[in-house]
């Protein structure tokens, strides 16, 4: 992996991405894919602060873990 791609749990609020990779578990990569946390897609840090990470993707607002945040991989949008 580059080192410009970086877990969602790193990214500043009001920044943008494109889902590299996926890593965990089966059921974990399941449950994020289920959830359209797809590679490829562009996904929006709404707020990162204490609790979950609040993002923007496909036009949905979701509350993601920072467990599973961590094992989303983007890629920062300049």
């Known amino acids: ?11 500043p609020e009001n920044s943008k991405g494109i889902i590299e990779e996926l890593s965990g578990g089966i059921g974990l990569t399941r449950r994020l894919m289920e959830m359209g946390l797809v590679p490829g897609t562009e996904v929006e840090v709404v707020q990162n602060n204490l609790g979950p990470i609040i993002v923007r993707i496909r036009g949905i607002t979701i509350a993601i873990g920072r467990g599973m945040a961590n094992q989303i991989f983007v890629r920062k949008v300049k």
């Open 1 to 11: 992996m580059s080192e410009d791609v970086i877990p969602l749990s790193s990214m």
